[in-house]
């Protein structure tokens, strides 16, 4: 009886959500136009580059490898994963109310999500393009055929979109007793911690998701980057040299966007009443904002193929 009264009582309080209000933005009185300006400008630049790469890339038959069309779908992430955030972003810098539909925000969840995922998988596919030519290149060529390749991108975009209909399924389906996200952008975890209804299945599926997406693929690439080390340890000087030629951005990548998601997963689950606001809001960006425009800059001047088209080519 005292259970089905508290029942009630959850069902009362608890009212239909239409929108949600994202608490962590703050007055910046006229500052909000030289903000807005510096996120277009930066916006520009992360889909000039990464448009220029991907074309670069698709147009010249030297760069119809492995590793550069695992490449060229990164750049395609990237693309992908700011288009979620900058339109949105640049709207609240310029609205007194910082307020986002219930649909728009589940919309933006699947896009990060899904950015996320799609960027972990993109470079364990990457780490295996690596091991293999740098612990087997006699077999490369015989491994990494232009049909196997397709199917790891596919693979690498299919498992998360699936992934995330699920994770967005679930929390759709939750009853919620408030719409304030402490965020600039809507993440699943804020909403769940605003349902009044049971969330088990929801916090189960969120490991899962968590493991799968991070834990993972983190693995994968440190158990790629061993193999590759010992390899490069009892090899010749040249092996070496091509190791930390082809290694160093992937490694550099891989570091600035687990710093970023890392941030964004603790900052989400323990108390950040410590840090000063503006610097949670810039850590918590991080890496759908640096990542985007890390990226491009990274390989574009690192991989001696690319430098070397653009060079010839643009300058």
């Given amino acids: 009886m005292i259970a089905l009264q508290a029942k009630m009582r959850m069902k009362m309080n608890s009212t239909q959500v239409s929108y949600f209000t994202l608490s962590a933005y703050f007055d910046t009185g006229p500052f909000k136009y030289i903000y807005f300006l510096i996120i277009t400008l930066l916006y520009i630049l992360i889909i000039c580059a990464n448009i220029f790469l991907v074309v670069i890339i698709c147009m010249n038959r030297s760069l119809h490898e492995p590793m550069y069309l695992f490449l060229c779908s990164l750049f395609v992430n990237e693309l992908y994963g700011s288009t979620g955030l900058f339109p949105f972003l640049l709207l609240q810098i310029l609205s007194d109310i910082h307020t986002v539909s219930v649909h728009f925000c589940f919309l933006q969840i699947y896009s990060v999500y899904t950015y996320v995922c799609v960027?972990?998988?993109?470079?364990?596919?990457?780490?295996?393009?690596?091991?293999?030519?740098?612990?087997?290149?006699?077999?490369?060529?015989?491994?990494?055929?232009?049909?196997?390749?397709?199917?790891?991108?596919?693979?690498?975009?299919?498992?998360?979109?699936?992934?995330?209909?699920?994770?967005?399924?679930?929390?759709?389906?939750?009853?919620?007793?408030?719409?304030?996200?402490?965020?600039?952008?809507?993440?699943?975890?804020?909403?769940?911690?605003?349902?009044?209804?049971?969330?088990?299945?929801?916090?189960?599926?969120?490991?899962?998701?968590?493991?799968?997406?991070?834990?993972?693929?983190?693995?994968?690439?440190?158990?790629?980057?061993?193999?590759?080390?010992?390899?490069?340890?009892?090899?010749?000087?040249?092996?070496?040299?091509?190791?930390?030629?082809?290694?160093?951005?992937?490694?550099?990548?891989?570091?600035?966007?687990?710093?970023?998601?890392?941030?964004?997963?603790?900052?989400?689950?323990?108390?950040?009443?410590?840090?000063?606001?503006?610097?949670?809001?810039?850590?918590?960006?991080?890496?759908?904002?640096c990542q985007p425009l890390f990226n491009p800059i990274l390989y574009g001047l690192k991989t001696s193929k690319i430098r070397n088209i653009f060079v010839h080519h643009v300058l």
């Fill in 119 to 289: 960027e972990f998988l993109n470079l364990v596919v990457m780490s295996y393009d690596r091991y293999l030519a740098i612990c087997y290149p006699l077999q490369y060529n015989t491994c990494m055929t232009t049909k196997k390749v397709a199917k790891l991108i596919v693979v690498t975009w299919l498992i998360p979109f699936l992934a995330i209909v699920v994770l967005v399924s679930l929390s759709l389906s939750l009853q919620l007793c408030g719409n304030i996200i402490g965020k600039v952008f809507c993440d699943n975890y804020s909403v769940v911690k605003l349902a009044c209804s049971d969330t088990r299945v929801n916090n189960i599926y969120g490991l899962i998701y968590l493991v799968i997406s991070i834990i993972i693929p983190l693995i994968l690439i440190l158990f790629s980057y061993m193999k590759i080390l010992k390899v490069c340890f009892s090899g010749s000087k040249q092996t070496r040299q091509k190791a930390v030629s082809t290694c160093t951005p992937h490694l550099a990548s891989l570091l600035n966007f687990s710093f970023g998601v890392c941030f964004e997963v603790l900052q989400s689950r323990f108390n950040m009443s410590g840090v000063p606001n503006v610097l949670q809001i810039f850590l918590s960006l991080y890496f759908l904002t």
